[in-house]
């Protein structure tokens, strides 16, 4: 309690620490100084013991102002309350030869340390201008001053070298404490710049690794990149109506270019699934593997062999010491080789293999990408296949289809020889004898296209397609200058469309009529063949219905008699 009653208040910065313990410090020194000083003048009621106990007050309001924060206050009303006291004392006792002329130094230093050095400069000042007017007021008689004991003044002075010291000890002390703590600063600082250099070490090699690492990922993620767009375009080749002779090469050269791989290689499972057979290939090698129908049993040797058995992906980092490897001299430089699956459902249809020419060119994770890749190329596959089948029935659908229409066609014309056409000339309908021809008309029937003429001799000819096979033509032409527009030629156009569709219709009809009278007289005459069981009855029958049905057309119906005795002859063993 006691040591917090004479310590100074804490403040929030050093400077004003300082100052702060430099005031409370010379305070509580100046009020000891001025209480020991004032024993000998207590009986006398002198002056000096008012001016004594003044500045003991002084000092006191100082250290209540420092308790209240107001340190600036409390260091001015110090130095210039107390100066105001020295010089009064100074006046009223001894003049320029009192002793506490000599104080002056201490007010002057103490207002340095705790204002600043521009105080102490204004204080050192205005002390020579009051020794020098205590001189002149002396020298001209204006002032009388006592006498003095020498050992009254000798007191009197050690008293303010004590005052003096006490500055001079809180000075150095002061010092002295901002030269530990900048010691410490400089510890701390120097501590604190090893640790900032350590830390600046390890985040250099920290950015170092994560550059690094970035470098890596940013290497990888272009390489997912380039796989991913290497399966968009597999993907998109999937859309395409594509032949396996023309898609397999394309999707060889895509993988390899996209993935930088020395060699990609596609191979299928013919039908009977006993070989692996390679369809596709991009290297030089390959391609001499391709010539002689290069192919590998199923499950048998090679990763090729075990991926097409197994249905599982396999890779070889080194593979001149994988076992499952068969040692290719067309493929000398590969050493590294994954092949993957191709699926369809759960059936393996094939494999994709791939090979590079590094070391350690394939890891695990690229087993999902080129999955998926492989996933994509089988799709391609199938759909080519799928393409290839349904081209072969749409073009036997469209050879059945044409046979049936040219015969059905020929046997309209031969019911009705005189259906060529019809022309109306003048409003009058006329059949044609025969088949017109002009360059227009050669030129729709041969383009399959529209053919018009505008200006004087305005023509249109417009095709009449049967099954995508142009029949015939509608030729249309005006006497007198004309532009055909866009509603003319819509009209004429969905005339011929109608057309042919009356005419296929026509046609069906007439097919479908012609093979129900077949039918019906198939069936009569295999009744009436029927209805005996005698074999000169049956060939008679057979005979006269066949001449009555074909227009009474020569008939001869017989039976070799020596071709049946030698098939129902006995064989020799």
């Known amino acids: 309690m006691i040591r917090r009653f004479f310590s100074p208040p804490v403040f929030d910065n050093d400077d004003d620490n300082f100052r702060a313990k430099f005031i409370n410090g010379f305070a509580w020194a100046a009020i000891v100084l001025l209480a020991i000083g004032s024993i000998r003048y207590v009986l006398q ?16 309001i100082a250290l209540y102002l420092l308790r209240r924060r107001q340190i600036n206050l409390s260091g001015w009303m110090i130095v210039v309350l107390g100066w105001l006291g020295l010089g009064f004392q100074a006046y009223t006792a001894d003049g320029v030869k009192d002793a506490v002329i000599v104080a002056y130094i201490a007010m002057a230093l103490l ?64 010092l002295r404490d901002a030269i530990t703590r900048a010691n410490k600063s400089e510890e701390s600082l120097r501590v604190s710049n090893q640790t900032l250099q350590e830390l600046n070490q ?33 993907a998109r080749a999937t859309t395409a109506n594509q032949n396996l002779e023309t898609l397999l090469p394309k999707l060889v050269e895509l993988i390899s270019n996209q993935f930088g791989f020395y060699h990609a290689g596609i191979f299928l499972l013919d039908d009977a699934r006993e070989f692996a057979e390679l369809r596709a290939a991009n290297s030089d090698g390959g391609k001499r593997m391709l010539s002689r129908r290069h192919k590998l049993g199923v499950g048998q040797s090679g990763i090729v062999g075990f991926v097409s058995g197994t249905g599982k992906p396999r890779i070889a980092l080194d593979v001149g010491a994988d076992a499952a490897f068969f040692n290719n001299p067309d493929l000398p430089n590969t050493h590294s080789e994954m092949a993957l699956p191709l699926r369809v459902a759960d059936q393996v249809i094939g494999v994709l293999d791939v090979q590079s020419i590094d070391s350690n060119a394939f890891q695990e994770e690229d087993i999902d990408v080129l999955t998926t890749l492989a996933d994509q190329v089988a799709i391609a596959i199938q759909n080519s296949q799928s393409y290839e089948t349904s081209q072969e029935l749409l073009n036997e659908a469209q050879r059945t289809s044409g046979t049936f229409i040219r015969e059905s066609w020929r046997i309209l014309q031969a019911q009705d020889q005189n259906a060529i056409g019809y022309r109306v000339i003048e409003n009058k309908l006329a059949p044609l004898a025969k088949a017109l021809t002009s360059a227009n008309i050669k030129k729709a029937m041969s383009s399959k296209q529209l053919v018009k003429e505008d200006g004087e001799q305005a023509t249109l000819v417009i095709p009449i397609r ?21 509603d003319e030629i819509d009209v004429v156009e969905a005339v011929a469309e109608r057309l042919s569709l009356a005419l296929e219709a026509s046609l069906l009809l007439k097919s479908t009529q012609r093979q129900a009278e077949i039918e019906r007289i198939t069936a009569d005459i295999s009744s009436k063949i029927g209805a005996t069981t005698q074999f000169d009855s049956i060939l008679r029958t057979a005979a006269e219905e066949l001449s009555r049905v074909l227009g009474g057309s020569e008939v001869l119906v017989q039976l070799n008699t020596e071709s049946i005795e030698k098939g129902f002859e006995p064989q020799k063993s």
């Not at 009621?45 to 006191?60: A, E, K, P, Q, S």
């Not at 250099?204 to 968009?232: H, W």
């Not at 049967?466 to 866009?486: A, F, K």
């Open 45 to 60: 009621y002198d002056l000096t013991l008012i001016v004594v106990l003044g500045l003991i007050i002084v000092m006191f």
């Open 111 to 174: 207002a340095s340390i705790i204002i600043s050095w521009r105080a102490g400069g204004v204080v050192i000042l205005a002390s020579i201008g009051a020794i020098w007017t205590l001189g002149l007021l002396e020298a001209n008689g204006y002032l009388t001053v006592r006498f003095q004991e020498p050992i009254g003044y000798s007191l009197d002075l050690s008293l303010v070298f004590l005052a003096i010291t006490a500055l001079i000890y809180f000075s150095t002390t002061s």
């Open 202 to 234: 390890n985040l250099e090699a920290r950015v170092g690794d994560r550059t690094a690492e970035l470098e890596l990922a940013n290497q990888r993620n272009e390489k997912r990149g380039r796989q991913f767009e290497a399966i968009a375009q597999v």
């Open 466 to 486: 049967l099954r995508n096979e142009v029949i015939g033509v509608m030729d249309i032409r005006v006497p007198e200058e004309h532009d055909w527009d866009t």
